[in-house]
């Protein structure tokens, strides 16, 4: 009985002694909780009312980016992006771009992280180096692609 109240008290704090054993099971427990997210948003069903938005991939890719930086996930963004697909909700062209959005959406962690770290100023040195080279990259790459996510869509069409 009192190895139990240790082990309960070990896990409540999480700390269960080897730190790859730690990762391993916060890494199960993320993919728990993103396989029942993905379920519920294949289970929503019927989402007509948003047919202006999910079929237009300049309103999806908008969607990707604000999704993403309010979630500050872009694996969770992902991943209801593809549940919404596999449902039928979503076109594959403007998943497409709602995934572009969100790679654009991930960059807003940085910005936060350097906000914090520059005690709440705008961050300086390589701190801002660093955001604006990840955040420029990554628009500079989804804004190049964003024309073309018909093509992409249909060439991702075929392996499936």
Known sequence: MNETKKLIKKVSKMELGNPALTAIVGLVVFYIGLKMFSGGMKAMGNMDHL??????????????????????????????????????????????????GANIGTTGTIWLAGFFVSDGHIPKGDTLRIAMAHTGVNLLMALSLLPFVGYIGKLLSRFG
């Open 51 to 100: 047919s202006y938005f999910t079929h237009n991939p300049y309103w999806m890719f908008l969607g990707g980016i604000v999704m993403t930086l309010l979630w500050q996930s872009s694996s969770l963004s992902t991943t209801a992006i593809i549940a919404l697909v596999a449902s039928g909700t979503v076109p594959l062209p403007a998943a497409v771009a709602c995934v572009l």
